[in-house]
């Protein structure tokens, strides 16, 4: 039996999830989790061979758990399930060691087709995020950049983002400036939205 762990914050699709795997006579759901810390717990607990994980959850998403699990539980496969996955996600989530990345819309069987392929020792990708990963442009922004963008993400004020990041308040204007520039909008917050659709936040 291939034992299987659940961590999603839905609770409606993890019970779903578990009916369906349940049904497959070589797999065996033995442990739920709500969230990413408890998802490492149960890991911890129920020893699973493989854990099925949501990419947004709360306490620690799908990437920082498939971290988590790399270091604590190397012998845990991690698939990671998305509703909408970028392919920015795509390329963090194999960095951290993620086995598989599936879709949540993906066919009935796919899910329980790719336990079994990572458990085995293969990778598997939704085939139409690999495509998207593929032809998806390089984030034009630096390090910094980012950083300053994603403190200004609720309307924080500059001399706030100085403040956090040891910088002068018009370097901080200097950076937003260029980030409004290199992405070709007007405002700072079109320059936010932009950089969470190509999941570059």
Same mark, same amino acid.
């Given at each position: 039996?291939?034992?299987?762990?659940?961590?999603?914050?839905?609770?409606?699709?993890?019970?779903?999830?578990?009916?369906?795997?349940?049904?497959?006579?070589?797999?065996? *759901?033995?442990?739920?989790? /709500?969230? =990413?810390?408890? &998802?490492?717990?149960?890991?911890?607990? $129920?020893?699973? %061979?493989?854990? #099925?994980?949501?990419?947004?959850?709360?306490?620690?998403?799908?990437?920082?758990?498939?971290?988590?699990?790399?270091?604590?539980?190397?012998?845990?496969?991690?698939?990671?399930?998305?509703?909408?996955?970028?392919?920015?996600?795509?390329?963090?989530?194999?960095?951290?060691?993620?086995?598989?990345? *599936?879709?949540?819309?993906? /066919?009935? =069987?796919?899910? &329980?087709?790719?336990?079994?392929?990572? $458990?085995?020792? %293969?990778?598997? #990708?939704?085939?139409?995020?690999?495509?998207?990963?593929?032809?998806?442009?390089?984030?034009?922004?630096?390090?910094?950049?980012?950083?300053?963008?994603?403190?200004?993400?609720?309307?924080?004020?500059?001399?706030?983002?100085?403040?956090?990041?040891?910088?002068?308040?018009?370097?901080?204007?200097?950076?937003?400036?260029?980030?409004?520039?290199?992405?070709?909008?007007?405002?700072?917050?079109?320059?936010?939205?932009?950089?969470?659709?190509?999941?570059?936040?």
């Amino acid at each position: 039996m291939i034992r299987v762990l659940l961590a999603d914050d839905e609770d409606l699709i993890r019970t779903a999830l578990a009916a369906l795997l349940n049904l497959e006579p070589d797999l065996e *759901v033995v442990g739920h989790a /709500p969230d =990413g810390r408890k &998802a490492v717990e149960a890991a911890l607990a $129920h020893k699973p %061979d493989v854990a #099925v994980v949501d990419l947004e959850m709360p306490a620690l998403d799908g990437i920082e758990v498939t971290t988590e699990l790399t270091k604590v539980a190397p012998e845990c496969a991690v698939i990671i399930l998305t509703g909408h996955g970028r392919p920015q996600h795509l390329k963090q989530a194999l960095s951290a060691g993620a086995k598989g990345f *599936v879709r949540k819309g993906s /066919p009935g =069987g796919t899910l &329980a087709d790719v336990i079994r392929r990572v $458990h085995g020792g %293969d990778r598997y #990708v939704d085939p139409s995020l690999a495509a998207d990963a593929l032809t998806a442009p390089e984030c034009p922004l630096t390090p910094r950049e980012l950083e300053v963008l994603r403190l200004a993400e609720f309307d924080t004020p500059v001399a706030v983002i100085a403040k956090q990041t040891h910088l002068s308040n018009g370097t901080v204007r200097n950076y937003i400036a260029a980030v409004i520039n290199k992405l070709g909008v007007s405002t700072r917050a079109e320059a936010i939205r932009t950089a969470h659709e190509h999941g570059w936040l």
